[in-house]
């Protein structure tokens, strides 16, 4: 079994790491006013649908019916269902604005959406740059409804923000599991994946419990100082009272040649509105697409519970690069064919004859730009799945350009490491100090965000120069474990007993 499971428990710009959601804001906003002045200009009702920043959303025609797959629908009513649906009312007598009724509906609709989400400052902006607002009792009662609740906030306190991780989600567990006294494979499966059923009662039992994933650089402040050193500090996050923020992560998201055969997965691929899914081969051959894994299941989830949200955010996607990345074969290996290349890449390209590197590389760009316009950022989980903790620095070095070679130009430059097997640079209690070579080379590289595996609840160190966190795998061991009794390292997320898939077999021990 290939190594590339977790073990233990440049400046960049920030701009092309994390402000894809702010863009889609600021470009919804731009939308509006603009259809405003159309509106004023040729008197004409436009469609305000466009205005709308997520839209009904597409169904794949074709899923597979044997694999139901999508998160089940809660009963609970949700913020995000009929905003905008105004009641008749014959006593209301005000004269509105002659903007059109479509676009009056457009901004309630787009109001209450950002205000799901917490995001009150612009919900308000949103209702107030339609024309004529002031005199619009719904409207001003609205901005006021929004000014509440943002009163109504607290800060999270950022010390006490969990960080979870998963792998890429099992499909097919029989398959995934069986034959554990005999297939290591299987067995790594069993102790370090997740199902999509657990992965679908996980995220509405936390959903259930107040739980709102913020991003993880909405936990830090960065400033720039007199010399145009970035400097580091808490942020501040704003949430109603009985909300707990986390943050979310999901690594080897590259749909590794082991995996094949297994149940997983096989790649990232865009629907016909250019979403984000999944590709599965069936256990026929057939292959169907849908919401098979991470990204796809939370987008469908936030889409219909805005509020599961903070101002939209999703998690970090953190990549290797040495199989390729969301299941492209997109390493430069794979062309040049090195003397050391492994037997799973030659068997994959005498499989590929028509394979291009090209081609490859080109569509896995398209699917990233498409993932982080949903508001999901990449990282680095280094290009080999290295152990960063017992590499050389030499290695080190080696690894890192290979990862900015072959994986950096489809994703975009990152500010985050998240570092593979669960290894670190340094002791959390001594962190990174001024003599740690391997930290001055990554932070060079442009790195400042670094994230190991922890099981403590909550590991969040922020210094001048640097953010850190530790994060909690929701992995088959620990859910099974936890279910059993043996392990009580989840409960203040949810019960494991009411989530383990009952398709998974006994785990065994680590070794």
Known sequence: MEKHQDTYERKTTKEQSRKYRQKKRDMQRRLIKTFFMLLVMTGIGIAAVVLIPKGEKGKVSSQGESLQTSAKPVDKEEESKDFGQKEPDAEKSEEKPDNGDDVRTAVITQADLLAAGYDYDSAIETVKSFDGYERDSELTAKVTDYENRKAACVPVDIDKVTHVFYHSLVVDPELCFANQDTDPQAVGNNQWMTTIEEFNKITQTMYDEGYVLVDLHDMVKETTDENGNVRFEKGEIMLPPDKKAFVLSVDDLSYYHSYDGYGYASKMVLDENGKPKCEYIQRDGTTVVGDYDVVPLMNKFIEEHPDASYHGARGTIALTGYNGILGYRTDISYQTRPADMNADKLKWLEEHPDFSLDTERAEAKKVADAIKAEGWNFASHTWGHLKVGEASMERLRADTEKWKENVEPLVGSTDTIIFAHGQDLAEWTTGYTP????????????????????????????????????RRNLDGYRIYYNSIGEMDSLSDLFNASDVIDPKRPPVPRLN
């Not at 930290?439 to 210094?463: E, H, M, P, R």
Request: include cysteine; charged fraction near 20%; glycine fraction near 6%.
């Open 435 to 470: 003599d740690n070579e391997k930290y001055n080379y990554l932070k060079a590289q442009g790195f400042n965000y670094f994230c190991n595996v922890d099981s403590q609840q909550y590991a969040v160190q922020i210094t001048d120069t640097y953010f850190r966190q530790g």
